[in-house]
């Protein structure tokens, strides 16, 4: 377990904390010279059953408590000091406010000094100390006079912080550690410090650094002041890191030291933020903070979600928009203080690290967020219940800080599904099946001599409009059930399908054997009507239903090439791997240079060069437009 002092400064903290452990936590020379504690210092105490009891011992000067913030936010219970001679002073207020929205509920009250105050000081120090907390998490903390001096209640304290309990946290998720302190140590190299806040952190493993993502491989470590194997969630750690471009000045205070999987540093946080009562003035939309999450300090605004301004001792949901990027999961604590940092404002819990840029004082993005405050059993349900009728479940176990085994589980739990990485109810994914199968069968009943609808054309059919990725896993699942027919570009039901008269099937087959044979300089319809003594209008009528099954395509009008071969001539532009001229593209196919203008006049319609004076280029995304290329011999030779 690790527990933090909280406090005004010269009340007593580093001397209690030494009066405990042993150590004087106060290390830099400033410290010492001016008697004072400045940035956070670290202490252990030796439990004798092979448990360490951590302290961070935190500054008092209200000019330093950005560096208070930097311990607070990894600390499992509060030592909150105050002098038995000046009693409750302004940090001692701010300390406990930070305490509070920090949603630390385990805590005792350390009275120091208490062997220069009289009995009457005491009791009424006691009663001041009650009513400050009463309103607090602490509310109800045990109270104890302590003398760092003469050790009273020395033993008395250490022996009841050890029944504060261990620490809460998880060890299931992923590893996240957050730095406090760097430094180089000769012969070893870098080091970091950090409290773990979630899973194990082992020698070997490959870990990064957020946000910079920069890799890193745990060489040794040292748990809660002891060398060890494993670091786990609620010790303090310190990890030999070793990596390329890893340097004292490439690591940061505020960095996270976590597993790859959750390297997903963000700018926008969605949170449930609380305005301390103590303020003046209502909190304005957009107004400028300085933001501590983590040990990470960084200046942000706060966009208000549901309102333009928040009361004093309100909540709200807003958007915390960061200069900086930070490491932020759902459930971490925020503390903000005003432009100047002189006083702390607010705190907040993070909702969705990943808030979005666009719409988020949407209906639909508020009641995604009222969904997202719950625990992680309620979460996933309430989601799978909105409008959206989907959850992207990487997104949210990583959020979350959940391996993809314990999202499947919630999942399971809530009655859902998952596809391609979507998760969906039960109810859902049959009102999808249905609202597929009946605009396609609307479709067939309202043009029956039409193939079918292309994949995008039924997607904006539907009744709910699906997002393209979120789309293509429906309709992969009924393709793969047969519900749904895939025949060329198009779409069916498997009962309706497109039947040509034995005419034309007879004309189509010496049509389609003529195209085989002469695929990049192919006769138009008028030749494939003389030659067959077949009705010009008719033969174009046929050509242009084969084209909607997606059998040929119309590069030029009447000029119809095979749907493979298309393929294969966007394959051999490709493979130019360059600007390539109309010519050389002619010499490519050999054939005429009006038909490979043709060609690639098209393809310039399409997407799939760019042109540029008499040059072009092929797109690569565009490469499969009309499927892969086949295995041709012309491909083979170059022809």
């Given amino acids: 377990m690790i527990v933090g002092t909280a406090g005004h400064i010269d009340h007593g903290k580093t001397a209690l904390v030494k009066a405990l452990t042993g150590v004087d936590a106060d290390r830099l020379k400033e410290e010492k010279a001016r008697g004072i504690t400045i940035d956070l210092g670290y202490a252990y105490s030796d439990l004798g059953d092979g448990r360490q009891l951590g302290f961070v011992d935190v500054p008092g000067h209200e000019r330093f408590v950005h560096n208070m913030l930097a311990g607070a936010t990894g600390i499992d219970a509060a030592l909150v000091v105050v002098s038995a001679v000046e009693g409750i002073k302004p940090q001692t207020v701010e300390h406990l406010q930070i305490v509070d929205l920090l949603g630390l509920d385990r805590g005792i009250v350390a009275l120091t000094k208490a062997d220069l105050a009289n009995d009457d000081q005491l009791l009424e120090r006691m009663a001041e100390i009650e009513t400050l907390l009463a309103s607090t998490s602490l509310a109800g903390a045990e109270i104890m006079p302590v003398s760092a001096v003469t050790g009273q209640g020395i033993d008395e304290l250490k022996a009841r912080l050890l029944t504060l309990g261990e620490s809460g946290r998880g060890t299931t998720g992923f590893a996240r550690l957050a730095v406090d302190r760097c430094f180089v140590l000769s012969g070893a190299g870098v080091v970091v410090t950090g409290t773990v806040h979630a899973g194990e952190i082992r020698v070997d493993d490959r870990l990064v650094l957020t946000p910079s993502g920069l890799e890193a491989r745990v060489r040794s470590l040292h748990a809660q002041n002891r060398p060890a194997e494993i670091g786990r969630a609620g010790e303090r750690c310190a990890l030999n890191l070793t990596g390329p471009r890893l340097s004292r000045e490439s690591i940061r205070r505020g960095d996270w030291v976590v597993s790859p999987e959750l390297h997903v540093p963000t700018d926008r946080t969605d949170v449930r933020l609380k305005l301390l009562a103590s303020e003046s003035q209502p909190l304005k939309h957009w107004s400028p903070v300085h933001v501590h999450l983590g040990a990470a300090h960084v200046m942000g605004r706060v966009a208000l979600l549901d309102g333009n301004t928040l009361e004093p001792g309100a909540s709200?949901?807003?958007?915390?928009?960061?200069?900086?990027?930070?490491?932020?999961?759902?459930?971490?604590?925020?503390?903000?203080?005003?432009?100047?940092?002189?006083?702390?404002?607010?705190?907040?819990?993070?909702?969705?690290?990943?808030?979005?840029?666009?719409?988020?004082?949407?209906?639909?993005?508020?009641?995604?967020?009222?969904?997202?405050?719950?625990?992680?059993?309620?979460?996933?349900?309430?989601?799978?219940?909105?409008?959206?009728?989907?959850?992207?479940?990487?997104?949210?176990?990583?959020?979350?800080?959940?391996?993809?085994?314990?999202?499947?589980?919630?999942?399971?739990?809530?009655?859902?599904?998952?596809?391609?990485?979507?998760?969906?109810?039960?109810?859902?994914?049959?009102?999808?099946?249905?609202?597929?199968?009946?605009?396609?069968?609307?479709?067939?009943?309202?043009?029956?001599?039409?193939?079918?609808?292309?994949?995008?054309?039924?997607?904006?059919?539907?009744?709910?409009?699906?997002?393209?990725?979120?789309?293509?896993?429906?309709?992969?699942?009924?393709?793969?059930?047969?519900?749904?027919?895939?025949?060329?570009?198009?779409?069916?039901?498997?009962?309706?399908?497109?039947?040509?008269?034995?005419?034309?099937?007879?004309?189509?087959?010496?049509?389609?054997?003529?195209?085989?044979?002469?695929?990049?300089?192919?006769?138009?319809?008028?030749?494939?009507?003389?030659?067959?003594?077949?009705?010009?209008?008719?033969?174009?009528?046929?050509?242009?239903?084969?084209?909607?099954?997606?059998?040929?395509?119309?590069?030029?009008?009447?000029?119809?090439?095979?749907?493979?071969?298309?393929?294969?001539?966007?394959?051999?532009?490709?493979?130019?791997?360059?600007?390539?001229?109309a010519a050389e593209f002619r010499d490519k196919l050999d054939n005429g240079r009006k038909v490979a203008i043709l060609i690639l006049e098209f393809f310039d319609r399409h997407g799939v060069t760019v042109r540029r004076g008499d040059l072009r280029r092929t797109v690569p995304q565009k490469l499969e437009q009309y499927g892969p290329p086949p295995a041709t011999q012309g491909l083979a030779d170059g022809r």
């Avoid at 932020?328 to 909702?351: E, F, K, M, N, Q």
């Avoid at 039901?493 to 049509?511: F, M, N, Q, V, Y």
């Fill in 316 to 581: 709200g949901l807003a958007q915390l928009v960061l200069e900086e990027k930070v490491g932020a999961l759902a459930g971490d604590h925020v503390i903000l203080r005003d432009p100047s940092a002189t006083r702390t404002v607010a705190g907040a819990t993070v909702i969705d690290p990943f808030g979005p840029s666009r719409n988020r004082r949407s209906g639909r993005r508020l009641a995604e967020l009222a969904a997202l405050g719950g625990a992680d059993a309620e979460v996933l349900p309430g989601l799978l219940r909105l409008e959206s009728g989907f959850v992207e479940t990487a997104r949210f176990g990583t959020a979350r800080n959940l391996r993809p085994a314990e999202v499947d589980r919630l999942l399971q739990a809530a009655g859902g599904d998952k596809l391609e990485g979507y998760g969906f109810l039960a109810d859902t994914l049959a009102a999808a099946r249905l609202d597929i199968v009946e605009t396609l069968k609307a479709f067939h009943q309202a043009k029956a001599d039409a193939p079918g609808l292309q994949p995008e054309r039924l997607r904006v059919t539907l009744k709910k409009r699906w997002p393209v990725p979120v789309f293509r896993a429906l309709l992969d699942r009924e393709v793969r059930a047969k519900t749904v027919m895939v025949d060329g570009a198009f779409l069916r039901l498997p009962g309706h399908s497109l039947t040509l008269t034995p005419r034309d099937e007879a004309l189509w087959k010496k049509i389609s054997a003529d195209l085989e044979r002469d695929r990049f300089k192919p006769p138009r319809v008028r030749d494939f009507a003389q030659t067959y003594s077949a009705p010009e209008p008719e033969t174009r009528k046929l050509l242009q239903r084969l084209a909607r099954l997606g059998r040929v395509i119309e590069v030029a009008p009447d000029q119809y090439f095979l749907r493979p071969v298309v393929a294969e001539m966007i394959a051999i532009a490709h493979a130019f791997g360059r600007d390539f001229s």
